[in-house]
């Protein structure tokens, strides 16, 4: 079955330094990830993809994730982070496809970060 | 925005009520879906539609009703439902099939209070 870790409930940051928000997955077939970010009172916003090609994949806002297959790991990384970064993160995996549905997505727990002055 | 709009925002309704909510997406996407955000549990996936057509139902309990009259369009019909029921209700669509592996875009949410 496919699913996503995300094993840090809270990752706390200094203004300026760089970030991690981890996930890491398990699926049968390849993996197919995502990276969402949610703000207070608001749905959730696409940061970025992998599907293929390159490890480390750029997206939204600065932010970059390095796919690791020896790992199963998909790490969320910035190199300086802002206050305003300060969200709820959540890591997903695409789920088994079957023939005519669509793409449904198992999403992780969801990890907030606190960015502070 | 996304291009995905719910209304309405907030709900409070009691266990007796009837009541909808309503998806709209703008964006020309061919698959649309209902998710379910408690606090403190990862976002659960109720139903999913792919050209109108509900291609899956992740266990729903009945007194929740999706209805999907085209494919800018979804609609959860509420009744009966109880306390822990409550939760913000999040809509999404995507363009799939021919392949493609297209991330999701997620409207607002409802915020639902069960009394």
């Known amino acids: 079955a496919q699913s996503v870790a995300q094993p840090e409930d809270q990752v706390n940051v200094a203004e300026g330094n760089p970030l991690t928000v981890k996930c890491t997955y398990s699926v049968s077939g390849n993996p197919y990830l995502f990276w969402y970010v949610q703000y207070p009172n608001r749905g959730l916003q696409f940061l970025l993809k992998y599907i293929t090609g390159d490890n480390l994949v750029k997206g939204s806002y600065g932010f970059e994730a390095e796919f690791n297959k020896s790992q199963t790991s998909f790490h969320l990384k910035k190199p300086s982070a802002l206050v305003s970064d300060s969200a709820l993160y959540f890591c997903a995996v695409r789920g088994l496809i079957r023939r005519g549905q669509g793409g449904k997505l198992i999403f992780g727990q969801g990890t907030e970060l606190s960015v502070k002055p | 925005e996304t291009g995905v709009t719910q209304t309405p925002r907030h709900l409070v309704m009691g266990m007796t009520n009837k009541k909808s909510l309503k998806c709209e997406q703008h964006l020309g996407h061919n698959a649309m879906y209902w998710y379910k955000q408690s606090a403190k549990k990862p976002l659960e996936l109720m139903f999913v539609?792919?050209?109108?057509?509900?291609?899956e139902n992740n266990s729903v309990p009945s007194r929740f009703s999706p209805e999907c009259p085209n494919s800018s369009h979804l609609f959860l019909h509420l009744h009966t439902l109880q306390p822990e029921d409550s939760a913000l209700y999040l809509c999404?669509?995507?363009?799939?099939?021919?392949?493609?592996?297209?991330?999701?875009?997620f409207g607002p949410g409802t915020r639902l209070t069960v009394l």
């Open positions: 999404a669509s995507s363009r799939q099939g021919q392949g493609r592996i297209n991330e999701q875009f």
């Open positions: 539609y792919n050209f109108k057509e509900q291609t």
